[in-house]
């Protein structure tokens, strides 16, 4: 019976380029070991515990801004099963480190660009966006000023539209708190400065945008009534008359007034809902 003895081999420290070298001989032996071989998942394991110090040293990179380390180190760690499964050894020129560690930053960023704003955007337009800050950088150095938009659209090769699309995006990437306060230089709502906190400035709804489009049809139907109708209807609802009052000074019974007050409504309901 063939026996395969699985790679023991550690190295007393991992740091620089080529700490992880000594593992190469384990990834080449998984990297030939046929998915159905019984053997395969425990070498697998053991390959990912290795180089799990590696993505924990990349999270604490990237762990900035607010950005949660520990949730950063698990996109990573998906980053590197996947290297791992697709290991090639002819094509690791660079090592093992130059092969896994782009697929393990590629889920890091990927993960801060989907988890990490504060409003949801488009992901295409997160991508402009990323390429607008980092293109903005680079031309601001060269004209030694901000970049416009329209300059930024011809380095991209891209829309000036698209441009100020993606830098209204950048403002979405960190929220405010409704409690910093405005003028007092902080924006970070903490302390007893001056200014007004940003969620007093938040306008509410206004319930008479509800009916101002229907103000000008109802005076134009109310117009229409007869004399005695219209004039109930004022009395009891611009005047907070009551039926019995309006019986009384009209001359006619609190009955009367209301079978004339509930016909009216009905026909004002369906005379607006036909203009509708």
């Known amino acids: 019976m063939r026996t395969r003895t699985r790679p023991t081999a550690t190295a007393p420290t991992r740091d620089g380029r080529h700490g992880y070298d000594h593992l190469v001989p384990v990834l080449e032996q998984l990297a030939a070991t046929p998915v159905a071989d019984a053997d395969r998942r425990a070498l697998r394991e053991h390959v990912i515990r290795e180089f799990r110090p590696l993505v ?33 050894p002819a094509a690791a020129t660079g090592g093992p480190l130059g092969f896994l560690v782009p697929s393990i930053r590629g889920e890091m960023k990927r993960y801060l660009r989907d988890r990490s704003w504060a409003v949801r955007v488009p992901r295409d337009l997160k991508d402009l966006a990323v390429r607008v800050r980092s293109t903005a950088d680079t031309l601001g150095q060269r004209l030694g000023r901000a970049p416009r938009p329209s300059e930024l659209a011809r380095e991209l090769d891209v829309t000036t539209d698209e441009v100020i699309d993606a830098l209204g995006a950048l403002d979405s990437h960190h929220a405010r708190s409704l409690d910093a306060r405005t003028g007092d230089g902080s924006g970070d709502g903490g302390g007893d400065g001056g200014g007004t906190p ?9 319930p008479g945008l509800e009916v101002a489009a229907h103000r000008a049809e109802l005076h134009a139907v109310i117009g229409a009534l007869p004399e005695r109708e219209r004039r109930i209807l004022m009395m009891r609802f611009f005047g907070d008359s009551t039926q019995s009052q309006i019986a009384a000074q009209l001359g006619i019974s609190q009955m009367h007034v209301s079978r004339l007050l509930s016909r009216t409504l009905t026909q004002l309901r369906e005379q607006l809902t036909e203009h509708d």
């Open 56 to 88: 924990r040293n990349l999270s604490r990179r990237f762990a900035q801004g607010g950005n949660s380390a520990e949730d950063i180190e698990q996109a990573g760690m998906l980053g590197l099963v996947k290297a791992i499964d697709r290991y090639d």
């Open 198 to 206: 940003l969620g007093e400035l938040i306008g509410g709804e206004d």
